[in-house]
């Protein structure tokens, strides 16, 4: 893959009639030691947020050694690529022929539940890729509904058990299970490290009323990146509150406490070059859009970083919002995108933190998708990894070098 210093050094090599993808191995792999040294448990990384073969091989060469896969798709994926890693099978509601699958062929000991139903599917299915015998090496963990109020994106209509009927679901699951676990997903971008905190005291609850032993503590997902208008407090603030909390549940002494990134693992891997093909006022036409890399920023209003990639990129910004490639005109992008005045049809724009739910959204529809995908070597528009966010809670800022 060609290396280049940044995306500059991109446009004045090739002036790209497509959108490019640039990978930061560099940036995604600072991420993944960071949440192996710092998060105080054991670290999966969500395949679900960038499924690139790249990505993973980085992350596995970084110290990240369990991976949350959510389909069978994306078992095969990681183990084709990795035959050593431990893949965990944690969406709530699966086909039959995809647990069995996994079990049999991909090595999964480990899968999550929210219901009897899928109890008794994840029995039967694993009962016959282990030749009729029920199988004795399950890890199993019931996922718990909680609250998504902190969080940018809610996870928390979908999955998840009832607490009332957690007690009944956990007993039940403890029959089958070696390893008895609970997990739950506090929703993406959670801004507050309260948000585990909440959730984990849910979980204290289910165990206190089932009084069973639980020997795993999954608190999933939603640690957050930075985006504008989006500055939260520091990752390390989430571990120590999420590690005093844990601390005190009532679990038996060698439970292990798991945790599933996929943003924050992945969001600062990816940005893109695209080039405005036309302006009409505050409006930009850009050959990316919501079929594209660019699904959150249409369909969820989400904000990225943007810049300029002119040498003489200067003088008084102005908001803008972007129409995608497509006819369509959900193919919109409102942002704000705060871009100089004077952007017109010809320019190259970067848009930032697009590892995480962008690179890997985009599709084929209308005939665009078609990218070209290089490294570049300088940091991501913003990270939170870098040590330079002297006191984050007060700044507004997303890091910017330029
Ligand atoms: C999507 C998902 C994740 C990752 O969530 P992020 O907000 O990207 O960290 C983790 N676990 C499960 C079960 C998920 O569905």
Excluded at 95 to 111: K, Q
Aim: hydrophobic residues 40%; proline residues 6%; contains cysteine.
């Amino acid at each position: 893959m060609q290396l280049h210093l940044d995306a500059l050094a991109v446009v004045r090599a090739s002036a790209p009639d497509q959108p490019a993808i640039l990978n930061r191995p560099h940036a995604a792999a600072r991420a993944a030691r960071f949440f192996v040294e710092k998060f105080p448990g054991k670290t999966l990384y969500a395949v679900k947020a960038n499924p690139s073969p790249d990505l993973i091989r980085v992350l596995w060469d970084a110290g990240v050694t369990h991976y949350d896969v959510a389909s069978v798709g994306e078992a095969r994926l990681v183990r084709g690529l990795l035959p050593e890693a431990t893949l965990c099978f944690m969406h709530p509601v699966k086909a039959p022929s995809a647990i069995l699958e996994a079990y049999r062929d991909h090595g999964v000991r480990t899968f999550s539940l929210d219901s009897l139903e899928e109890l008794e599917k994840i029995r039967l299915a694993t009962t016959e890729a282990n030749d009729g015998v029920e199988p004795t090496d399950l890890t199993l963990c019931v996922r718990l509904r909680v609250s998504s109020e902190y969080s940018e994106l809610s996870l928390a209509s979908k999955f998840g058990c009832e607490l009332s009927d957690a007690a009944e679901l956990l007993q039940a699951t403890r029959q089958l299970a070696d390893c008895l676990g609970i997990c739950f997903h506090v929703g993406s971008q959670a801004m507050s490290p309260h948000a585990y905190v909440q959730a984990l005291e849910k979980a204290r609850a289910a165990i206190v009323d089932a009084s069973v032993t639980v020997d795993i503590i999954d608190v999933g997902g939603g640690f957050p990146s930075i985006y504008p208008g989006m500055e939260p407090p520091p990752l390390e603030d989430y571990f120590a509150l999420i590690d005093r909390t844990y601390e005190s549940l009532p679990v038996s002494y060698s439970a292990e406490l798991w945790c599933e990134p996929g943003r924050a693992l992945s969001a600062e891997y990816n940005s893109m070059i695209v080039r405005v093909e036309k302006r009409r006022g505050d409006e930009l036409y850009i050959n990316d859009g919501a079929y594209g890399a660019l699904f959150d920023a249409a369909h969820v209003g989400w904000r990225f970083p943007v810049r300029l990639l002119r040498e003489d990129a200067n003088g008084d910004n102005a908001d803008f919002s972007f129409y995608g490639p497509t006819c369509d005109d959900m193919d919109h992008m409102e942002g704000p995108f705060e871009l100089p005045a004077d952007i017109r049809s010809g320019d190259y724009i970067e848009i930032g933190m697009l590892g995480a739910y962008g690179a890997a959204m985009k599709t084929r529809f209308n005939g665009f998708g078609a990218t070209e995908v290089c490294e570049v070597a300088d940091e991501p528009m913003s990270s939170q990894y870098r040590g330079d966010r002297v006191d984050p809670r007060v700044s507004d800022n997303v890091v910017s070098l330029r």
